[in-house]
């Protein structure tokens, strides 16, 4: 694909570095500095204003796959997509900084069907996104990861390999799982690999399942310890983005408590927020934290524009003995090191838009449905013709590791044994690592 990415920062830099192998990028920002910090890339820059016409035709808009404008003002996104729609028959991508401008332009499209907000194909508000995943993970107890398909009645779960873990230690082919789920993969030292009947789980390995949400429900109360569900929750940084999560958290019957060391902000917070507790202090104060029973929460999300301060937030929160600790940094990489040292689930910003954009935009036309384990890993859906010869699922030997996890069948969702017959038409989602997509849907195919 080519690809226009209109502002040169942080968020594009994400955008181009897990891009730029496999696609024809242009960058755009009136400021060459910024530009020269695009230089270890293998992209075209342009520098100029993606506002102004003649800079989109010398980006070449009309052979243009999909325009990005992720540029710090909401303003200029939005009109940098309403030019590139006029221009050329191009997927736009709008990044918005405020909530007001996510309203506004879904309103737009929704209530009055407007031609200007038609012209923005997709809008991304980042903010929007964390709080999204932090959500996911909050309502399942003890997993690391979530994600949904087949409309909910499928279901992707992650859990840590603990010292009370009752597969600790055992094999695959050792360990009871209902028929309802699969394990599709392991990682361990922050490595993914397709497990078999011997693989074993060690201490701090991560299992990655896969099934109906009834099944993954009933492997969650025997094997990972979530028999109660999510209760009590403290959220440390009354931010924008902590704001947003309570406002979700408070559509729960959880009980609520936040954190914000800034007192005006706590009368804002205060005023909109009803069934959350507001406290004024630092929650990077041990006397606080203990004084407010954090060590008893279920989950404490430390959710500030700081990843120090989230660190310290977090460790501390875990030392008290709060059974799950979520943190806010601000990119992947972080992420791993975050994990490596008591936090249990850590979450960048960044990294969950650029899979936004990987999953739902780039490679919709690849059958890429989601990505796993910082990418990693990858979910396809593919649908097989109706030439497909009818077979037991034993009977297909695939060319590389991966497991055929999801059958669709109509509205029917089938967790697939070696006796399960494939038929044409079915549509099968496939777990596998990211560097052997090519080989499964060239065999698939």
């Given at each position: 694909?080519?690809?226009?990415?209109?502002?040169?920062?942080?968020?594009?830099?994400?955008?181009?570095?897990?891009?730029?192998?496999?696609?024809?990028?242009?960058?755009?920002?009136?400021?060459?500095?910024?530009?020269?910090?695009?230089?270890?890339?293998?992209?075209?820059?342009?520098?100029?204003?993606?506002?102004?016409?003649?800079?989109?035709?010398?980006?070449?808009?009309?052979?243009?796959?999909?325009?990005?404008?992720?540029?710090?003002?909401?303003?200029?996104?939005?009109?940098?997509?309403?030019?590139?729609?006029?221009?050329?028959?191009?997927?736009?991508?709008?990044?918005?900084?405020?909530?007001?401008?996510?309203?506004?332009?879904?309103?737009?499209?929704?209530?009055?069907?407007?031609?200007?907000?038609?012209?923005?194909?997709?809008?991304?508000?980042?903010?929007?996104?964390?709080?999204?995943?932090?959500?996911?993970?909050?309502?399942?107890?003890?997993?690391?990861?979530?994600?949904?398909?087949?409309?909910?009645?499928?279901?992707?779960?992650?859990?840590?390999?603990?010292?009370?873990?009752?597969?600790?230690?055992?094999?695959?082919?050792?360990?009871?799982?209902?028929?309802?789920?699969?394990?599709?993969?392991?990682?361990?030292?922050?490595?993914?690999?397709?497990?078999?009947?011997?693989?074993?789980?060690?201490?701090?390995?991560?299992?990655?399942?896969?099934?109906?949400?009834?099944?993954?429900?009933?492997?969650?109360?025997?094997?990972?310890?979530?028999?109660?569900?999510?209760?009590?929750?403290?959220?440390?940084?009354?931010?924008?983005?902590?704001?947003?999560?309570?406002?979700?958290?408070?559509?729960?019957?959880?009980?609520?408590?936040?954190?914000?060391?800034?007192?005006?902000?706590?009368?804002?917070?205060?005023?909109?927020?009803?069934?959350?507790?507001?406290?004024?202090?630092?929650?990077?104060?041990?006397?606080?934290?203990?004084?407010?029973?954090?060590?008893?929460?279920?989950?404490?999300?430390?959710?500030?524009?700081?990843?120090?301060?989230?660190?310290?937030?977090?460790?501390?929160?875990?030392?008290?003995?709060?059974?799950?600790?979520?943190?806010?940094?601000?990119?992947?990489?972080?992420?791993?090191?975050?994990?490596?040292?008591?936090?249990?689930v850590a979450i960048s910003k960044r990294e969950a838009c650029?899979?936004?954009i990987k999953n739902r935009i780039i490679d919709f036309r690849?059958?890429?449905?989601?990505?796993?384990?910082?990418?990693?890993?990858?979910?396809?859906?593919?649908?097989?013709?109706?030439?497909?010869?009818?077979?037991?699922?034993?009977?297909?030997?695939?060319?590389?590791?991966?497991?055929?996890?999801?059958?669709?069948?109509?509205?029917?969702?089938?967790?697939?044994?070696?006796?399960?017959?494939?038929?044409?038409?079915?549509?099968?989602?496939?777990?596998?690592?990211?560097?052997?997509?090519?080989?499964?849907?060239?065999?698939?195919?």
């Amino acid at each position: 694909m080519r690809i226009i990415i209109y502002g040169a920062n942080e968020m594009a830099s994400s955008i181009a570095a897990e891009f730029f192998e496999d696609h024809d990028i242009v960058l755009i920002d009136p400021n060459q500095k910024n530009l020269d910090a695009f230089s270890r890339l293998d992209i075209g820059t342009i520098c100029g204003d993606a506002l102004n016409i003649k800079i989109l035709e010398n980006a070449d808009i009309k052979s243009t796959d999909a325009f990005i404008a992720v540029s710090n003002n909401d303003e200029s996104n939005i009109i940098a997509c309403l030019m590139a729609k006029q221009l050329a028959d191009v997927q736009t991508i709008c990044f918005v900084n405020k909530k007001e401008s996510m309203e506004s332009l879904n309103s737009l499209k929704d209530e009055y069907k407007s031609a200007y907000a038609q012209s923005i194909d997709n809008v991304i508000w980042p903010q929007k996104l964390l709080v999204q995943e932090i959500f996911k993970i909050i309502t399942v107890p003890n997993a690391v990861d979530v994600e949904n398909f087949a409309h909910g009645r499928a279901r992707l779960l992650e859990y840590r390999i603990k010292e009370d873990s009752e597969l600790l230690n055992k094999k695959l082919k050792d360990c009871y799982f209902n028929s309802e789920v699969l394990v599709v993969g392991i990682v361990r030292d922050d490595e993914l690999f397709i497990p078999n009947g011997n693989s074993e789980f060690q201490l701090n390995d991560k299992a990655i399942l896969m099934g109906t949400p009834i099944g993954l429900d009933i492997a969650a109360s025997e094997l990972f310890e979530s028999k109660g569900k999510v209760k009590k929750i403290t959220i440390i940084g009354g931010g924008s983005a902590g704001y947003e999560l309570a406002q979700e958290l408070e559509k729960t019957s959880m009980n609520l408590k936040m954190i914000e060391s800034d007192y005006e902000r706590c009368e804002l917070l205060s005023q909109n927020l009803k069934k959350t507790l507001i406290l004024n202090g630092s929650g990077t104060s041990l006397d606080l934290l203990a004084e407010e029973d954090t060590g008893r929460c279920d989950v404490v999300i430390s959710i500030t524009d700081n990843d120090e301060k989230n660190l310290l937030c977090s460790l501390l929160s875990k030392q008290l003995g709060a059974k799950k600790v979520i943190t806010r940094v601000s990119q992947g990489t972080t992420a791993n090191l975050f994990e490596k040292v008591g936090v249990d689930v850590a979450i960048s910003k960044r990294e969950a838009c650029v899979n936004e954009i990987k999953n739902r935009i780039i490679d919709f036309r690849a059958n890429v449905i989601a990505t796993v384990e910082r990418g990693q890993g990858e979910i396809l859906e593919i649908k097989l013709d109706k030439d497909f010869k009818q077979r037991p699922l034993y009977e297909i030997k695939m060319p590389v590791p991966c497991v055929i996890a999801i059958i669709q069948r109509g509205s029917k969702v089938i967790i697939p044994k070696g006796q399960t017959t494939v038929r044409p038409n079915d549509s099968l989602l496939v777990f596998t690592k990211t560097n052997d997509v090519v080989h499964v849907k060239e065999f698939l195919k």
